[in-house]
């Protein structure tokens, strides 16, 4: 079996399939492939955790799998910095019984303030530490050790965006940092994703037509934010996003489990039928895999609506 099909197994097979395939290939519990199912390197033990594969979690340490991770491959994203960062505190509680340690990523996502800073370590995803900041303490000492306040990571997101991101649990750190880095500017997309309909007004429609602006209103759920932007500043329902996948906003709300959202933007012209550009799926099919690889059980719904 090659460390590929092995990670395929581990996201989506058995727990006995896994165990055989261990048995008979026990280097596999290491190894190092192409994600599944988006880019980089991991190893089973951030696809176990990743999918939510407790039982198979388990048995990955109890082979041998390394809890601290080989994680160079995978932008440096460790198996406890992902299961912090998933909210699974019993996995991160786990590994750090089986000797995984705590760098500073791992101290920024648990919260603690008591932090050692290596300007020379790599950073996760190749952008600023201050995208990991869980607190406004972790806040100030990254930027007094020269943390930068606006960098883009691999994935376009500065910090801002990742305050963003966390949602009601972000806005403080947000503020924070704006008070901290006066001259800090927030995008439309940035405000569009905190739900901010009346700043959003001061900007030109040009901007607003950015199809970043429709896509952060999408992911923060913003109804009557993505209401005005298609009927009143005419942005496209169907607009792509024109990074990751190209997906349109029905692919992301399917995702999320959002039905609310899928019925508005079904009704303001969205189509079912288009499909991303990297996966070739359509909506439908991105709210089949968010139930089966996220475990969100809202998407049954989307499903439901989406196959009629």
């Known amino acids: ?39 980089g390197q991991p190893q089973p033990l951030h696809i176990a955790i990743e999918n939510r594969r407790d039982d198979i979690f388990t048995l990955l340490l109890d082979l041998g799998a390394d809890p601290a991770g080989r994680n160079d491959e995978y ?16 996995y991160a509680a786990e590994l750090q019984r089986r000797g995984a340690p705590m760098h500073l990523a791992e101290a920024l996502l648990a919260g603690n303030d ?16 201050l995208n990991f900041a869980r607190t406004t303490q972790a806040i100030d000492l990254l930027l007094a050790a020269g943390a ?16 963003i991101a966390l949602g009601p649990a972000g806005v403080p750190l ?22 901010d309909l009346e700043l959003l007004k001061a900007f030109p429609q040009a901007q607003l037509q950015d199809p970043a602006v429709l896509h952060a209103a999408t992911e923060g759920r913003h109804r ?7 009927t009143d500043q005419d942005v ?48 439908l099919e991105w709210a089949q895999t968010a139930i089966q690889f996220t475990g969100n059980q809202a998407c049954h719904a989307v499903v439901t609506r989406l196959k009629n």
Request: glycine fraction near 4%.
């Open 75 to 90: 932008d440096h994203w460790s198996p406890r910095m992902l299961a912090l960062q998933r909210n699974r505190p019993d």
């Open 148 to 163: 930068p306040a606006d960098l883009k990571d691999k994935w376009e997101q500065t910090p801002a965006d990742a305050f």
């Open 114 to 129: 008591n932090l050692t800073f290596d300007p020379n370590a790599p950073v996760p995803n190749n952008g600023s530490w």
């Open 1 to 39: 079996m090659t460390p590929a099909a092995f990670l395929h197994l581990v996201a989506s097979g058995t727990i006995e399939e896994v165990r055989q395939a261990l048995a008979d290939y026990p280097d596999l519990v290491n190894a190092n492939a192409p994600h599944p199912f988006w880019g």
């Open 224 to 230: 009557d934010l993505i209401r005005w932007l298609i």
């Open 236 to 283: 496209d329902p169907n607009i792509r996003r024109p990074d990751k996948s190209q997906q349109t906003p029905l692919h992301e709300a399917a995702w999320l489990g959002d039905l609310e959202t899928v019925e508005l933007l079904l009704s303001l012209g969205a189509d079912p039928t288009l499909r991303d550009l990297e996966h070739d799926a359509t909506p």
């Open 174 to 195: 947000l503020s924070h940092l704006k008070a901290k880095v006066p001259e800090l500017q927030l995008t439309p997309a940035q405000h569009a994703r905190l739900g």
